[in-house]
């Protein structure tokens, strides 16, 4: 029987033109990122399982891991996410390096998801992150990376916003103004975190099953926050305000920097329970079409804390090529990359002339060009073909007159222009080919 | 108990210095790949296991592939080689697309080896096929796009040499000459692979076993060869030139290209048994520290036959990162890359100059520089300690005096020329950093 030519379900196979498309997103991350001084770095495709046991959600390790024993009797895993490879290696060189500590990377991940619109099983991500930065300038200027990238791919604020809130200021509202117990903590967190997805009926009834009144009359309000004004009086009303300094500071700082055009407060943004800390934020697509986070990332305090170092301050995100390849499609920001770049399309007539036609593109390609040369004989009306097909714009064409001369004409498709050129004046054919 | 900070044995943790390293050669990958007009394409971490069963060899599948049951019960295997990949992909749109079809890809990969010098569980290996050119017009091409390769790093012909061989060829001596039937053939061919690795008395003991007394004296006559014009005098004898005439006149295009520099018949090269039809080659790093090859290919004519497809030639080689990175390395051909990129360190003395140092940052970024923005005040002092860790060349300050100017002051640390400018004359700062 003959073997399947699906991809594995929930893997893309990226042909050429879905490549081209991915390797410009990588470069425009690249780009960004280093514009900050960001440093690259990479980690292994597969880690300990205990490793994500100790910080990753249960979730993550009980349903969507692909975990497995290897040949040597070690429970491994392919990494389903980047920040707790980060801190491994964050955790080995801390203490001996000059803060802070500025690192992006652009892995594959894999998780077992149902594959749908936006989320595969395999997904590339960059993640950014700054450690030991002073408090709310590592906050501020993750925001700035992730803005830089996205105004880098031509999008602004009609396209994008950026949700905000604070674990810190969640927490006092929950555990100071409204009393609840830890556990009760916890569950209030996961029903806040879908409280956008189920009616208002729902949530009152997910509310009724851990608050008493008083409690969920202030938990609405909590819920029914649109901005940083009403947030502030909501805490001056219960007496927290010292509980928002930190977060009211960096929403300040914000306000100074072109971040002020992107930022809104959002009370159910509280993100996974695990790591975060402090600062919480999703960027959120604002095409109809499209309504779900681009990216989402936060602060944490204690990631290293699992390896028996001292906590380190650190802030970053994770943002996922699929949903971002979403995003620029659904707003026209991506060309279609249907074609490969090339600079010249060589072919020769007879079997004669492949040595200097050969020599010809060796030569210009050690000139930084992209040229393409045509294997086997070509004739005229061939040569034009080829062109036309992989639309060229500019062909050469050795027959057995030029070999003679020891020439090559080039031809602009475009305009039609064409000349001779001796086949060792290289600078002025790559001043034709530049010139249009 | 405390996690452990190691990563997964046989794979690397890459630091910024590492993956700088590692960047710098991919993009010598990607723009040698594209000067010939190869396409980017990418495929699956994952694969069904029965499309390696397919191909690769039983060593692969019984000892070196990462592979378990999924949740949905699919047996899958994290790729150990790109080739299957690249197969099933190309056995979807071969029948539609222009031939020949260049694809590369630099894909991660994982087998379960014992980790030394060269040789790791995990490493990124860049694959360039051809499908579908003309005879000998694809071999030619892909070598060259590796020698391209190697050049393009700075090396030459005192660094590598190419081993070439010709699996019809071999076939030929075995089978016509000596007589072999297909079963001793295969034997020997793992004797052949094993040749260079055992004393002279191992490989007659070897072949004691296999062939007769007249079937040895050839083999040996086989095994010792030097050279194309030793092979030219055997196959001659043996009355095998007809059979060997594909391969002369590949060898004679290599002869009128810059190949001929780094050509030599090597009888040893055969590669894995699976793939390969024709041409056969390595690259082999010529240092005595060394002496391994760096990147091996070959020409395969029947690889879309389990999908049910028509034969399509192809042409293609693998070179894997962590080979290159010792020749790269034991040659002195590549950059330590111990500090990142930078054009301008931002430093301002108090809070009150946040805004405007920080806004400086985002124009210049905007303008494709790379920029720190210190985090946090830092006086004269400490801004100088700062970047003389960092090694930043450029230094911003800005304090009270050139706010109150709306100013900055930029110093080159290696020439000591310091300069006020406008905040706002981003294309004079621009020229200031540029200029040296």
Chains 1, 2 share one sequence.
């Not at 407060?265 to 600062?279: A, E, N, Q």
Request: hydrophobic fraction near 40%; aromatic fraction near 10%.
């Amino acid at each position: 029987m003959a073997l399947s030519k699906s991809p594995y379900r929930g893997t893309r196979d990226l042909f050429p033109q879905d490549k081209r498309k991915q390797q410009y997103i990588f470069d425009v991350m690249r780009t960004t990122a280093e514009s900050f001084c960001f440093e690259p770095y990479d980690g292994p495709l597969l880690e300990e399982v205990d490793l994500y046991r100790a910080k990753s959600g249960t979730e993550l390790i009980n349903e969507q891991i692909y975990a497995f024993i290897d040949r040597g009797e070690r429970e491994v895993a392919i990494r389903p996410e980047m920040t707790p490879t980060l801190a491994r290696m964050v955790a080995q060189i801390h203490r001996e390096v000059a803060k802070p500590l500025r690192w992006y990377a652009i892995p594959n991940l894999m998780r077992y998801e149902k594959p749908q619109r936006g989320r595969l099983r395999e997904h590339w991500q960059l993640n950014c992150d700054i450690f030991g930065a002073p408090e709310n300038l590592g906050e501020v200027e993750i925001l700035q990376v992730a803005v830089a990238l996205l105004k880098n791919f031509g999008a602004n604020q009609n396209h994008f916003e950026i949700l905000l809130n604070d674990r810190r200021v969640v927490d006092a509202i929950f555990k100071m103004a409204m009393q609840l117990t830890d556990e009760q903590c916890y569950k209030l967190y996961k029903v806040v975190d879908r409280s956008k997805k189920v009616t208002a009926e729902a949530l009152e009834k997910m509310c009724d099953e851990i608050l008493n009144p008083q409690q969920k009359q202030i938990f609405l309000q909590y819920i029914q926050l649109k901005n940083f004004g009403e947030l502030t009086n909501l805490l001056s009303k219960l007496n927290l305000n010292d509980h928002a300094k930190s977060f009211l500071q960096f929403v300040e700082l914000c306000q100074q920097s072109e971040l002020k055009d992107f930022i809104t407060y959002d009370p159910t943004i509280v993100r996974g329970l695990d790591y975060y800390t402090g600062v919480v934020f999703e960027i959120f697509d604002k095409h109809p079409d499209n309504r779900r986070a681009l990216c989402g990332g936060g602060a944490y305090a204690n990631l290293l804390q699992i390896f028996n170092e001292e906590p380190l301050a650190g802030i970053g995100f994770g943002l996922g090529d699929v949903t971002l390849l979403d995003f620029l499609q659904s707003h026209g920001l991506i060309d279609n990359y249907a074609h490969q770049n090339s600079n010249l399309l060589i072919t020769y007539q007879d079997e004669a002339q492949w040595k200097i036609a050969n020599q010809l593109a060796q030569d210009l390609r050690a000139n930084e060009l992209q040229i393409e040369f045509h294997l086997g004989e070509a004739k005229l009306k061939k040569a034009f073909q080829i062109a036309e097909k992989k639309q060229h714009q500019f062909i050469a064409l050795i027959g057995e007159s030029e070999a003679a001369n020891g020439e090559v004409q080039i031809k602009n498709q475009k305009t039609r222009d064409a000349k001779n050129f001796k086949l060792n004046d290289i600078k002025n054919i790559i001043d034709f080919l530049k010139a249009n």
